[in-house]
């Protein structure tokens, strides 16, 4: 909407009286977002020289790099909770069902939520002025109603749309599909969600996909439920079929690496529960390759607790998903059984199953080395050194190990830890009973405290468990045995790292030793 010509034009900023300290952004920088009391001295200043809230509002969005929506609340020198509070009681006034509070309206300015078309037309009440010059977007500006006050002559709509009614003789059918096709426009049209925002929510989250092997499973759970609610609040909304495929897409992926969180600290009942709504949400999504991934990491608990048949079943499923054409996924798949079908003694299946694996691999494009949902290089020698490992294969599995620990950076989560302690596993076996303690050994404390879960603590016993049984007495042994008695994380009293007495009934009756 273009301005009167009879509103004066706010001067530079750089003739305005406002200084900044030392380190500060520069007069006139818009690289940065500035302090609150930046746009404080700009308004002052603008209402020392009679300029209008929106004369205001524009120095303070262009000098300190705001969104247009907070520079009209730092225009009026508010705070957020007390915006929120002015609109709470005007949409109480008016009958309309909004409650925004100031944790919505920050989200609102920050552009990571937009607002629906009713909250819309409080704001622009409440600050008098149009959607447009409020930052919203066509949609949301031809949606929402126009606010009393100066603007309401250039916001105004027509209080009846042209009659298409036909004339003459008619037939009063015309009409009916007429009004029904444009009441099904209406209705699709009310969205509260645009593809460009689902686009910024999932860079977001591929951000965290990205950081997930680094970071601890017990803080990274509390990370994922942070996406998963805002997710999920777009969800429960009305949405165009593409928007809720991919909200849906979007759900399936949080809520499986929050079934790995939950596995990795041993909370398995939580971890089943979660792996089961990611499967329905993939299912939800039609994505395919997605089916496929989330079921092939929910063969991940019953690999590491049992029973182990689960796992290759779900594997088998996953790889039968991805039948289509060669994809890392199906890569995956096909590593995931043949790791299963090792602990179960199947020598020939999982022979045959790894080697399927790389000729998958070969075919297809991995996706990012730090992407918990790719399959790169690395993790594929991570999938053989395990079933070469399980399969007593020393000599192929130490070649995987030293090729894949080449390839991990510092920070790399537990793969590498996994890798080294199947190196000792090899060495047990290789009846070098002592080396194997004091690698097994090393590689646990070197853990850290919040790295150190339950699958870990496991993978090391196995240690023990692949020495002769006349040897698992031996000092080297006991040991091993002492370091691992370390508290593992999740021991402690938060919710997402309790042990259910299911688990520990399972890792007994149902675990099978997996060497």
Known sequence: MSRSSTVATPQPLTTLDLSHGGGKPAMGSSSTEHRPSCAKRIRLDGEARSWSISQIAEAIRDHCSVSKLRAYRMAKGLTQQTVAEALRHLAAHQGNGARPDGIQLGRWETRDVTPKPETVRLLCQFYECSPEELGFDQFLVAHAQPSPGRHTQNLSLPSTLPSNRPSGNAS???HRLDAARRRVNRTLAASTVSPVQVDRLDA?????????????PEPMVGL???YLEEVNELASERQPAVIQVRLSELTAVLSTL??????????????????DTAQNAADDSGNRQLRARVRVQAAMLPFYYGPIEAAVTLAREARMLCRSRPCATGALAAAAEARALARLGDVEGATAAIRNAVVIFEQCEVGPENDAFAFPERRLLLYQSGTYTALGLISQAHKAQAHALQLYPAQAGIDPTLLHLEKAICLARDRDPIEACELAGTTYLRVIPAHRTHIVEERARDVIQALPPAIRRSRAAKELGEILTLPPAGSGSTPYAQRSQIHNNESTSTNPRRL
């Open 204 to 216: 977001r989250i591929f951000g965290l996909r990205s950081e997930y092997a680094c970071t601890p």
């Open 224 to 226: 994922l439920l942070d």
């Open 172 to 174: 009063s059918a015309t």
């Open 258 to 275: 929050i079934a790995d969180s939950l596995m990795k600290l041993g909370n398995l009942v939580r971890a089943r529960a979660w792996y």
